[in-house]
Structures are given as C-alpha cells and as structure tokens.
C-alpha cells in the first residue's frame, strides 16, 4: 500500500459477519456469489458496491495464523477470474489450503514485525528510564542529557537542509537520525557511577553539604579559647596584684580582628569563580597551620583536605574530582560496548564515546584527533558544550548569554577543539533559537542558583 493510515471502522465481532465469522471459528469461507449466499450479512459490500460501481462475487475468506496458532487478522479475497476469459470465477477448493498457508506466513511475518517494534520500544523505554535518572540525580544537570539528545538531532535535520558547503552531500536518513539521538541519550550514561556530590560540587570545601559552617563553628570555638586564656590571664593577674588589664584586652582583640578577617578571607576563597594566585594560596596554608589549643591538645586550624580544597587555583574541583568527572566518558563507551545493539544502531557506543575528543587530539579518553572523531561524535561535542553554557541549572553558574556561549564555541574553534564548519552552520541555521522556540520553558538565565559562581574551565569537563 501507500503505508497511509488505513481509516476503516472496526469489524463487530458477530458470527454473521463472514471476517468475523473466520476469525472466531478459525474455518475458511468460499462463496462463489455474495449476493447469493445465505447466512451471512454482505450488506456491507453491497453498499462498497453501490458507491464504487464494483461488484463483488466470488469470496475467499481465510484465517491468518501465527506460530502459538493465534488468530491475528482475517485475508479477504475477492473475485477470483479465469486467467484465460477475465471472467468471474469461484475459488477453486484446492486454493484454499494455499491461501491459509500464505495467511499463515503472512501473519509470522506481522507477529515479527511488531516483535521487533516491541523490542525497540522497550529499548527506548529502557533507556529513558536510565537517562531520568541520571539527569534526576542532580537537580543541577537535570534536563541535559534530553536537551543534547534533541539538539544532536536537531543539528541532523540541519544538515540535511544544507545544500552548500561541506555538509550538502551528508544525509541521515530516519534511520541514522534515529541512532544520533540515541547517542545522544546515551552519551553521558557513565555518569550513572559519578558520585552526585561532585558533580554537584558548588564550593571548594562541599562534599555532601558545605564545610564552611564547620570552619566557622571551629573559628567561633578558637575565638572563645582565645577568649578564656586572655580572661584566665587576667584573673591571675588580679589574683596576684595587678597588671596591664587594657594591654590584654587589645591584645586579644587584636587577635580577633584578625580571626575573623581569616574567616572571611576563607569563605571568599571557598567560592569557585575566585582565582587563586601565589599569593593568596601562601595566605590560606599560612591559616592553616595555625595551631589552637582545645581538650588538652593542639590542633591545626584547617585540615590537610581543607587545605587542599580551598587551594584550588580556578573552579571548585580537585585534579582527582575532575579526573573522575571525565571518566564518566570511559564508562559510557564501556557500558555501551556491552549492549547487543541491532545493526541500525551499531554506531552509538562509538558516537556517545567521542563526545569529548578534540580536533586537536588532545580530548579524552582515546585522544582521537582529526577525521578519527566520527561527524556524528563532533555534533554531540559542540551541542554539549552549548547545552553546558547555557543551561542555567548548574551550581557553579547562572545560564549563559547565548552570545557569550557563541563566543567561547568559537574560541574553542579557533583553538582546534570544535569542528568549525559545525559551529558556522549551528549559529547561521538560528539551531539556538529553533530549539528555543520548541521549548517555550527555556529562557537564559532561568533557575539560576542563587549566589553561585561560575567555575572556569570546568564546563567542558562537567558536559
Ligand atoms: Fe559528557
Ligand atoms: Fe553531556
């Protein structure tokens, strides 16, 4: 057929319709002339009849079986003819057994067909399930995978509308734009093992909440130490006679002043959009290794971890927490690799694992470079660079200008990470703004975080 929907209304299951008479008896019909037999209602193709000036006789209804011997459907033969005359003839008897014989292939064929749909759904389905989750574990990346699945696929509609430059020969067909948005989908799966706390991670001192109260409590209980020596002090002072009672007074709130000015220093740094330079790290180690005395024992005023934390030059994440932000890509081509996926989809463990090469061979984890990196892995590099920019839902920064999103894909271009061709046709077809307009929700800058920064560098790694 033309594979147009079919609008036919349903057959009532009643034994004197004859399709459903052979559905539900399993037996075949033959009937040399519907407008002589008795027993079944043929108003329906008489009326067919008078409307198309066609006239129907002979009849051949047979059931369709599948493999469980289930009936699936009936086949409706109509108006055999003598293959010498053209004449209307009755089908000959020893036809249909043929015929149910063909039905029944027909029918295996159907049932395997919509196996295959069922399979694919269930895949779908399944994957959906994963990708929720991982987006849904933090509410910061949430919506991301979904917008970079779109956006890819959006990005192959694009090109196929080209039709100059280096993109008017490339075609993907349903096919191949279905396994790019599976790619997409799936392209930051390995995620799933990233712990959410880092990824989260929205100041330096955060593991599963944010240090700095802790700090600020222990600078309160050194505070209040500092307090009780100066106050032991003068009390044995006057216990023996005297001394400089002011001297001690502006000694300690000398030290006070000083205490808290340490404090606010720390919680400036903790932030990840402050660059730490020399000078400022001396600082930190300086305050960390201050001792105070408590419970009989001295203690340093900040941690090694601490330290480390709070030491980070740009961003809020440590060199091993970033490491294994960008394992996420390793995990994704190593769970998909596992999946038997169907020839049609073959390709996605390959695209979702190169969504953070470079050009320049210097991405991760295989550092492929040039035409190694497959058009499909570069179009779900530059959309997760622009999605990451972009998205206001991040906890280390508000949404992005799109100009200013545009800007940086650029510099990355100009530098050898981004395939320029692919940013000059993303930014020409308006792909921002298509997208955008499907998704009224989106605005710039929408459900920022409230007092977060922006973590330089850091996008690439966290997209
Ligand atoms: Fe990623
Ligand atoms: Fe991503």
Known sequence: GTGDKVELPPVPLLKTNVSAYVALTQESVNIADVYEAQGFDFTGPRKYDQATGYRSKSMLVV???????????????????????GEVIAFADDFVALTRSMASQAAVSITNAKLIADMEQLFEAFVSVITTAIDERSPYTAGHIRRVAELGALMCEVINKTKEGRFADVHFDNEKVKEML???WLHDVGKITT???????????????????????????????????????????????????????????????????????ITRSNKGGE?????????????GAHTYRYNGADHHYLTENEVNNLCIRKGTLLDDERKMIQDHVVLTKRM????????KLANIPFYAGTHHETLDGKGYPSGLKGDEI?????????????????????????????EKAFAILKSEAEHGKLDKDLLDLFIKANVHDIYR???????????????????????????
């Open 336 to 343: 998909l690799e596992k999946i038997p996926f169907t020839k």
């Open 374 to 402: 497959p058009l499909e892995g570069r179009i779900l590099a530059l959309v997760d660079i622009y999605e990451a920019l972009t998205a206001s839902d991040r906890p280390y920064k508000k949404g992005m200008p799109v």
């Open 182 to 184: 599976m790619a997409g």
């Open 63 to 85: 059931p369709m079986m599948n493999l469980e011997g289930e009936v699936i459907g009936v086949l409706q033969l109509l108006n055999a003819k003598n293959p010498q005359t």
């Open 275 to 287: 660059f730490m330079d020399d000078a400022l790290i001396a600082r930190i180690k300086e305050i």
């Open 195 to 265: 712990p959410v706390h880092i990824v989260d991670k929205s100041t330096k001192l955060e593991t599963i909440f944010d240090r700095i109260d802790i700090l600020r409590h222990r600078f309160e209980l050194i505070d209040a130490c500092a307090r009780g020596e100066m106050l032991d002090k003068k009390l044995f002072a006057l216990n023996n006679g005297g001394g400089d009672l002011a001297a001690m007074d502006s000694e300690y709130e000398a030290f006070r002043k000083k205490h808290w000015d340490d404090f606010e220093f």
């Open 437 to 463: 307009a499907m998704h009224p929700e989106l605005t710039e800058g929408h459900k920022a975080v409230e007092g977060a920064e922006r973590n330089p560098g850091s996008t690439t790694a966290l997209a």
